[in-house]
């Protein structure tokens, strides 16, 4: 069982940065491709990142392109820990912001059924 803990949410304008993190608890931190998804209020919970499992120190990285060029995504095995960087907010990126582990994903990890456990979500406010 993995335990998903998101941080780094608040109030940001326009313009602004702002980094989440997510850290985990149980598991093989190594062995899970990790994601993060949002939702923004009436609409449907979407991919906005995610980072690839790896034995040795090559990761690929993928970004909806909605947030491609200003968002970036990592990971620290060590800290068991992914970090999304989120520079040149806008207000679109409102959204309440969950961190997901999918257990060694063969795949992209674009999909929400990609991933096997979910935090409880960071809220993202840009203000204009």
């Known amino acids: 069982q993995v335990q998903l803990v998101e941080s780094g949410g608040g109030l940001v304008q326009a313009g602004g940065s702002l980094r989440l993190s997510c850290e985990a608890s149980?598991?093989?931190?190594?062995?899970?491709?990790m994601g993060w998804f949002r939702q923004a209020p009436g609409k449907e919970r979407e991919f906005v990142s995610a980072?690839?499992?790896?034995?040795?120190?090559?990761?690929?990285?993928y970004y909806a392109d909605s947030v491609k060029g200003r968002f970036t995504i990592s990971r620290d095995n060590g800290k068991k820990t992914v970090y999304l960087q989120m520079n040149s907010l806008k207000p679109e990126d409102t959204a309440v912001y969950y961190c997901?582990?999918?257990?060694?994903?063969?795949?992209?990890?674009?999909?929400?059924?990609?991933?096997?456990?979910w935090g409880q979500g960071t809220q993202v406010t840009v203000s204009s």
């Open positions: 980072i690839s499992w790896s034995v040795r120190t090559t990761y690929y990285a």
């Open positions: 997901a582990a999918g257990y060694l994903i063969q795949v992209e990890g674009r999909r929400e059924q990609d991933y096997d456990y």
């Open positions: 149980g598991g093989t931190f190594n062995n899970y491709g």
